[in-house]
């Protein structure tokens, strides 16, 4: 299977289970691996046959910025399956991180990953 990586699309979200990351909220990135067949796109050389990468980063950041949710869990469920409904893709792996997460200790980045195949819908 052929891939699409988009990677760092960055938005700000009001997402976390604290009052305060709801009302202030904080920068999240995703990755995202979209699996699809390149062939008919590369014959005849038309975006109109291939995942539009811009079009995918544009309905990332609108999810991220819809409805605030609690967990980042479900935030990459929906962006996951946002992906799926629009896109012709056999299977997605997204990694949502949450770098400025309020831990008490020092960390890097916290991230969560789902990997989902249209068969699984």
Known sequence: MDRITLTGVGVVGYHGVLDSEKQSGQPFFVDITMFTDFQRA????????????????????????GDS??????LAENIAQAVLAR???????????????????????????????????
């Open 69 to 74: 949710l609690d967990l980042i869990e479900t």
């Open 87 to 121: 896109f012709p893709l056999e299977a997605l792996e997204l990694t949502v991180h949450k770098p400025k997460a309020p831990i008490e200790v020092t960390f890097s980045d916290v991230s969560v990953t789902v990997f989902r195949e249209r068969k699984c819908l």
């Open 42 to 65: 590369s014959e005849s050389d038309d975006v109109e046959n291939t995942v539009n990468y811009a079009e995918v980063a544009e309905l990332i950041r609108d999810v991220i910025t």
